[in-house]
């Protein structure tokens, strides 16, 4: 039905700052998200964009983190800002809430001290 696809991960220092993106197919234009989980720890919510672009970011990551999407070419990105090496974790997009069925592979982003 749906498939997700996240890409722009990789490593960057503390500080530093990184884009990761996600193309959606097989699904109509709705709200999304993005979400990460690290190594150890349950996966969570890091931010929403509805379908008119209303945003919404997780408390302790409002200020670093922006979302945004194009709903013509039904992507979402996510600007990461002042990383921090606990922001390492995989990073996942899906509608919100998300659909179990529908989780992509992710995509890494690695951030050293």
């Known amino acids: 039905q749906v498939q997700l696809v996240e890409s722009g991960g990789g490593l960057v220092q503390a500080g530093g700052s990184a884009r990761v993106s996600c193309a959606a197919s097989?699904?109509?234009?709705?709200?999304m998200a993005w979400y990460r989980q690290a190594p150890g720890k349950q996966r969570e919510f890091v931010a929403r964009?509805?379908?008119?672009?209303?945003?919404s970011v997780a408390n302790d990551l409002r200020g670093r983190f922006t979302i945004a999407r194009d709903n013509a070419k039904n992507t979402v990105h996510l600007q990461m800002d002042n990383l921090k090496p606990e922001d390492t974790a995989v990073y996942y997009c899906?509608?919100?809430?998300?659909?179990?069925?529908?989780w992509g592979q992710g995509t890494q982003v690695t951030v050293s001290s």
């Open positions: 097989g699904t109509n234009v709705r709200a």
């Open positions: 899906n509608t919100c809430p998300p659909n179990t069925n529908s």
């Open positions: 964009i509805s379908i008119t672009g209303v945003t």
